[in-house]
């Protein structure tokens, strides 16, 4: 079975501070790190590699710092890392991230694809459905727990907020997985050591072949129109009553936001 993981690395967005004046995120100075959904999403193709075995393939698109992030997952038990870099693909949006993620997995032919369900930074959760549409494969989101999985097919728990469904999909899939349920394993020692001896395959668009008008900032549709921080105001009512004097405080302090 190969499967391939797709992770990406972000800022620590718990550690962001905003430029106000600018109202942009301060990058300089924060930590980068494995967008936690895709953590799960690497979790998974290695247990599934422990049951039945596969090639787990990891697969970044980014600058090249994010070679540290892939030599992690070399620490962990990923078989092989691609970096997808090149400057041809700056100021990609979703629609230009998926169509070159799309045009890298077709070279692997995999059965089976994890990504996470969104990532931390730009938030929107489109690059694994969209990668799903341009494969023409059935997609799985949400995906809380791997429940089963066969050369041909495979069946997992989908989170909802109040419930939870139990999907089977045919192979080749792609699944999407959340952060939480499904942490990822240690490093191992012997897996370390081989992390920085083994070679990482960079993917430039010499290799993908893309045209111009897919790609980066000519193949991005999104216009971002203006970005802002919300500012925080508004009074604090401090009650300090207790017992039915606190509750007839609190009630009279909402009545006004109650029909
Ligand atoms: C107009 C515009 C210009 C932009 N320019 C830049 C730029 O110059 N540089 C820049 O870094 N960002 C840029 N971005 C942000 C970039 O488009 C997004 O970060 C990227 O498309 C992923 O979207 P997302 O973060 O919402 O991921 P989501 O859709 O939330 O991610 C879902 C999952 O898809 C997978 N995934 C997402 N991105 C990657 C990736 N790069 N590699 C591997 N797997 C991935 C992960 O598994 C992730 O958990 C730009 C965005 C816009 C709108």
């Not at 302090?253 to 109650?258: I, T």
Request: charged share 20%; with cysteine.
């Amino acid at each position: 079975m190969k499967i391939i993981v797709l992770m990406k690395q972000v800022p620590n967005t718990t550690n962001m501070l905003i430029d106000k004046e600018k109202g942009t995120l301060i990058r300089t100075g924060v930590e980068s790190i494995m967008n936690p959904d895709d953590t799960n999403a690497l979790e998974t193709a290695l247990q599934i590699k422990d049951k039945i075995g596969a090639q787990v393939t990891v697969m970044t698109m980014g600058p090249t710092q994010a070679e540290d992030m892939l030599r992690e997952c070399y620490a962990r038990g990923a078989d092989e890392c691609v970096l997808i870099s090149d400057k041809a693909f700056a100021g990609s949006d979703t629609w230009a991230t998926s169509n070159t993620l799309s045009a890298a997995i077709k070279r692997y032919n995999p059965d089976l694809i994890c990504a996470g369900r969104q990532a931390i930074d730009g938030d929107t959760a489109q690059v694994g459905p969209q990668i799903a549409e341009r494969l023409n494969i059935p997609q799985i989101t949400y995906v809380s727990q791997l429940i089963d999985i066969t050369n041909d097919s495979i069946s997992v728990k989908k989170e909802y907020e109040d419930y939870t469904e139990i999907l089977e999909s045919s192979l080749p899939c792609l699944i999407t997985t959340l952060d939480p349920t499904n942490p990822l394993r240690l490093m191992n020692v012997t897996d370390t050591w081989n992390a920085y001896q083994k070679p990482i395959t960079l993917l430039t668009n010499v290799d993908l072949q893309l045209e111009s008008s897919l790609i980066g900032l000519n193949g991005s549709p999104t216009q971002v129109k203006k970005t802002f921080t919300r500012s925080v105001s508004g009074e604090i009512t401090l009650i300090k009553d207790s017992g039915h004097e606190a509750v007839n405080s609190i009630i009279s302090a909402l009545s006004p936001y109650l029909n």
